[in-house]
């Protein structure tokens, strides 16, 4: 079975470009997660889907960032116009909805570099 | 707002040797508590996950307990390898489909 799928590994982009992340859930997974790492600080949540919705999206920096789930199955994470402190790792992780565990499976991350 | 210390930040041990990593949270009412690895360059690796109901969990050489009312748990190795030498992450869920909160984490190098 697949893991969690993140598109690209890495992105180098200058200030004010638009960089899109892709990610695939594992097949069947409705919950889905978008977690980034800024350089030196520890992994912090950015939103929440549940298949198409956006359950809680209270992590989400500000409005230059973009989160998309169409149809449930991938998410897309739009950062427009890129700036210098978007540099990061940006990891998506997905879980099952209900059943015992919630156990959470992570992609290998995407890493930004703004320049 | 929950808050998740590890400690140490790093850690270097000869090979063979058992070792205990530290989580704590500030918030005791948690759903969850998953250990990670991250080996550099690569993603998150699930290692274990504890239920806020449970007291442990084993997986081979692997032990992390929880301290619910504490707010604490625990990452056991047992006869360390230096296959092992990877950051370690503690996270924690409030509830069954929140986010996690993470800890930053312990990097471990185990030395032939």
């Known amino acids: 079975e697949a893991g969690v799928t993140q598109f690209p590994s890495h992105s180098v982009i200058e200030k004010g470009q638009t960089v899109t992340l892709r990610c695939d859930p594992i097949?069947?997974?409705?919950?889905l997660y978008w977690y980034r790492r800024v350089m030196g600080k520890e992994i912090k949540f950015l939103l929440h889907?549940?298949?198409?919705?956006?359950?809680?999206e209270s992590g989400m920096p500000n409005n230059r960032f973009l989160a998309e789930r169409t149809g449930g199955t991938y998410s897309t994470l739009k950062v427009q116009p890129a700036e210098l402190e978007d540099s990061g790792v940006y990891f998506c992780?997905?879980?099952?909805?209900?059943?015992?565990?919630?156990?959470?499976?992570f992609g290998q991350g995407t890493r930004l570099t703004v320049v | 707002k929950q808050e998740v210390t590890q400690i140490p930040a790093a850690l270097s041990v000869p090979e063979g040797e058992n070792l205990v990593l530290n989580c704590s949270f500030t918030?005791?009412?948690?759903?969850?508590l998953q250990w990670f690895r991250q080996d550099p360059g690569k993603g998150l690796t699930s290692l274990l996950l504890?239920?806020?109901?449970?007291r442990e969990q084993t997986s081979g050489r692997l032990n992390a307990s929880l301290d619910k009312s504490s707010g604490r748990s625990t990452l056991y190795i047992a006869a360390s390898q230096p296959g092992d030498s990877a950051t370690y992450l503690c996270?924690?869920?409030?509830?069954?489909?929140?986010?996690?909160?993470f800890g930053s984490g312990t990097k471990l190098n185990v030395k032939p």
């Open positions: 996270a924690v869920r409030q509830n069954n489909f929140n986010k996690f909160y």
């Open positions: 097949s069947g997974h409705d919950n």
């Open positions: 992780a997905s879980s099952l909805v209900g059943g015992r565990t919630t156990e959470a499976f």
């Open positions: 889907f549940v298949k198409e919705s956006k359950q809680d």
């Open positions: 504890i239920q806020s109901s449970q």
């Open positions: 918030d005791s009412a948690i759903y969850n």
